[in-house]
Nanobody, 134 residues
Framework: QVQLKESGGGSVKPGGSLKLSCATTEWPGGRTCMAWFRQLPGQEREGIATIDDYGETNYAVSVKGRFTISQDNARNTLSLQMNSLKPEDTAMYYC????????????????????????????WGQGTQVTVSS
């Protein structure tokens, strides 16, 4: 339903900053989630940050306070501003699109928040490499 393409990766020294971008196609109606993940070879894909169609965000503890996820009004571009980068931030970074988890009727809402779970995302970009080293 949506096509994604990341850009903006590169090499940076510890403490530096990078801004990643993800170009998107038009979104269908309904609740949707967009997210950034990262992955090192031989490791599981790690959720970094999510943002829903209302602009609510969720961050992994490892990047909270350093990274900021954002989107433009039409959701044509998803961004990840990365500050105070550390060597352990080195990874292939992916943008993704999916749906929030459904909630039971007792919750009073139909959908929960966008979570840092790969199973919620069924559309992925091809990735952009970020390397943080001295």
């Amino acid at each position: 339903q949506v096509q994604l393409k990341e850009s903006g990766g590169g090499s940076v020294k510890p403490g530096g900053s990078l801004k990643l971008s993800c170009a998107t196609t038009e979104w269908p109606g309904g609740r949707t989630c967009m997210a950034w993940f990262r992955q090192l070879p031989g490791q599981e894909r790690e959720g970094i940050a999510t943002i829903d169609d209302y602009g609510e965000t969720n961050y992994a503890v490892s990047v909270k306070g350093r990274f900021t996820i954002s989107q433009d009004n039409a959701r044509n571009t998803l961004s990840l501003q990365m500050n105070s980068l550390k060597p352990e931030d080195t990874a292939m970074y992916y943008c993704a699109a999916g749906s929030p988890p459904p909630l039971p009727p007792s919750a009073g809402m139909l959908w929960g928040p966008c979570l840092l779970d790969t199973q919620l995302y069924n559309n992925w970009g091809q990735g952009t490499q970020v390397t943080v080293s001295s």
